[in-house]
């Protein structure tokens, strides 16, 4: 299994060819991550 990619190095083109429950999988942590980043 691979690792997720820093968000920051996400291209479009990355979730092409995953199924609709992976994207909804991946769309929930980076979600996720977004939540629990502190504010600035």
Do not use: F, N, W, Y
């Not at 690792?3 to 060819?17: E, I, S, Y």
């Not at 979600?31 to 504010?39: G, Q």
């Amino acid at each position: 299994m691979q690792r997720m990619l820093c968000m920051r190095d996400l291209k479009p083109q990355d979730p092409q060819g995953l199924s609709p429950d992976t994207v909804a999988t991946l769309a929930g942590k980076m979600l996720e991550h977004i939540r629990t980043r502190p504010a600035k």
